[in-house]
């Protein structure tokens, strides 16, 4: 999946949300449906005004990415016209998810754009799925309150999930229930109800010559099959490695165990664009906040220091943390390089007494050896 193809992806899922959406809502402009006091679902907002917010959250989208807003919201907001009618506020509905879809298609990919939750930013794909998530979700609501038949497809749903809710563990076979449930529309059976809720796109952390992008599970996914995961890579790449990384991500996500924070990065090289490698952490800080850090770059981006840049960026960013307080990773006896790269980044060897017992007690490899830095 390159960079073009990427872009289309996410511009035809907005699409075929927005198509599904203004056909239910035409049906119920045609039947003479009241809009203006009936209550969409469990909204404290009329089924008009929430037709009217989705209309506006594509504009807002769009404009981000459009304009390029790193900072806040671009200051616009949509207004209709006085005597605007049902039919008209769907047209404008139909509108606007065609402008973010023409946006879509024609931002770069490494573009990213002021979004609050929860990273402060998202790239095309992150606004495509925000954008999805909208129209899906507010037709359910005005759907439930004209008392209409609504279900969007499968695929559409789990686009979403797995591009913006990398922490909900998905039900099999029922990705519209997960997302209804995810957002406090809905039960699962075994799972307690959601009352609060935020989406979440990729977290980016930023270097010098690089931008670490935190991989989503639908990106991580890719990768473990044999794709790209969205980037695009060096000659070479993506490394064994980071593939088998990616598949401990997409088995966290099935698990319901994911923390996109805790997760997986590619390194991305500013100059070009180009992935280089992958960057992580082997899932959450234990009891006694420690975390286990791995990496590998593609062979044709060895020996420029990227790794080094990379790990000393990642775990200044972690040992900021609270919930932080030592980091550790575990290298091969035999690989010298690796271990000038862990050196370099601050991680001194740990004693034989703790390198023992993590023989003897936690199964390590007796190839390995552990390097941990402390905050």
């Given at each position: 999946?390159?960079?073009?193809?990427?872009?289309?992806?996410?511009?035809?899922?907005?699409?075929?949300?927005?198509?599904?959406?203004?056909?239910?809502?035409?049906?119920?402009?045609?039947?003479?449906?009241?809009?203006?006091?009936?209550?969409?679902?469990?909204?404290?907002?009329?089924?008009?005004?929430?037709?009217?917010?989705?209309?506006?959250?594509?504009?807002?989208?769009?404009?981000?990415?459009?304009?390029?807003?790193?900072?806040?919201?671009?200051?616009?907001?949509?207004?209709?016209?006085?005597?605007?009618?049902?039919?008209?506020?769907?047209?404008?509905?139909?509108?606007?998810?065609?402008?973010?879809?023409?946006?879509?298609?024609?931002?770069?990919?490494?573009?990213?754009?002021?979004?609050?939750?929860?990273?402060?930013?998202?790239?095309?794909?992150?606004?495509?799925?925000?954008?999805?998530a909208e129209v899906l979700l507010h037709t359910y609501d005005i759907a439930e309150g004209l008392q209409l038949a609504y279900e969007?497809?499968?695929?559409?749903?789990?686009?979403?999930?797995?591009?913006?809710?990398?922490?909900?563990?998905?039900?099999?076979?029922?990705?519209?229930?997960?997302?209804?449930?995810?957002?406090?529309?809905?039960?699962?059976?075994?799972?307690?109800?959601?009352?609060?809720?935020?989406?979440?796109?990729?977290?980016?952390?930023?270097?010098?010559?690089?931008?670490?992008?935190?991989?989503?599970?639908?990106?991580?996914?890719?990768?473990?099959?044999?794709?790209?995961?969205?980037?695009?890579?060096?000659?070479?790449?993506?490394?064994?490695?980071?593939?088998?990384?990616?598949?401990?991500v997409v088995k966290a996500y099935e698990g319901g165990v994911h923390r996109p924070e805790w997760g997986m990065f590619v390194l991305?090289?500013?100059?070009?664009?180009?992935?280089?490698?992958?960057?992580?952490?082997?899932?959450?800080?234990?009891?006694?906040?420690?975390?286990?850090?791995?990496?590998?770059?593609?062979?044709?981006?060895?020996?420029?220091?990227?790794?080094t840049e990379a790990l000393r960026t990642l775990s200044a960013w972690a040992l900021a943390r609270d919930d932080v307080k030592l980091?550790?990773?575990?290298?091969?006896?035999?690989?010298?390089?690796?271990?000038?790269?862990?050196?370099?980044?601050?991680?001194?060897?740990?004693?034989?007494?703790?390198?023992?017992?993590?023989?003897?007690?936690?199964?390590?490899?007796?190839?390995?050896?552990?390097?941990?830095?402390?905050?």
């Amino acid at each position: 999946m390159g960079g073009d193809m990427a872009a289309d992806r996410a511009a035809d899922q907005v699409t075929e949300a927005v198509a599904g959406s203004v056909a239910v809502l035409r049906a119920a402009v045609a039947a003479g449906r009241d809009w203006d006091s009936v209550k969409a679902g469990q909204l404290e907002w009329s089924c008009r005004q929430t037709a009217e917010h989705t209309a506006g959250a594509l504009l807002a989208y769009a404009g981000q990415l459009a304009g390029r807003a790193t900072k806040a919201y671009v200051p616009f907001e949509i207004v209709m016209e006085d005597d605007t009618d049902s039919a008209g506020v769907v047209d404008v509905l139909e509108t606007t998810g065609a402008l973010l879809t023409a946006t879509l298609r024609t931002t770069p990919r490494e573009v990213r754009a002021f979004h609050p939750y929860p990273f402060r930013s998202a790239n095309r794909e992150g606004f495509a799925a925000m954008g999805v998530a909208e129209v899906l979700l507010h037709t359910y609501d005005i759907a439930e309150g004209l008392q209409l038949a609504y279900e969007p497809p499968a695929a559409l749903c789990e686009w979403v999930l797995t591009r913006i809710f990398p922490q909900v563990r998905p039900e099999p076979d029922a990705p519209w229930r997960t997302l209804l449930w995810a957002t406090g529309r809905g039960e699962l059976p075994g799972r307690d109800p959601v009352t609060e809720w935020r989406w979440s796109n990729n977290l980016v952390i930023e270097s010098e010559r690089l931008t670490l992008q935190g991989v989503t599970p639908a990106a991580a996914a890719d990768l473990s099959a044999g794709g790209t995961g969205g980037f695009e890579w060096i000659e070479g790449g993506p490394f064994e490695g980071t593939r088998d990384a990616a598949g401990m991500v997409v088995k966290a996500y099935e698990g319901g165990v994911h923390r996109p924070e805790w997760g997986m990065f590619v390194l991305v090289r500013r100059e070009d664009g180009h992935a280089v490698g992958g960057m992580g952490f082997h899932g959450v800080p234990d009891e006694e906040a420690r975390a286990e850090v791995g990496y590998d770059l593609a062979e044709n981006a060895r020996g420029h220091g990227y790794a080094t840049e990379a790990l000393r960026t990642l775990s200044a960013w972690a040992l900021a943390r609270d919930d932080v307080k030592l980091l550790f990773a575990a290298v091969d006896r035999a690989n010298t390089p690796s271990q000038g790269v862990i050196s370099r980044a601050g991680f001194k060897r740990v004693s034989e007494d703790v390198e023992q017992y993590a023989y003897e007690l936690h199964g390590m490899d007796r190839s390995l050896r552990l390097y941990a830095r402390e905050g």
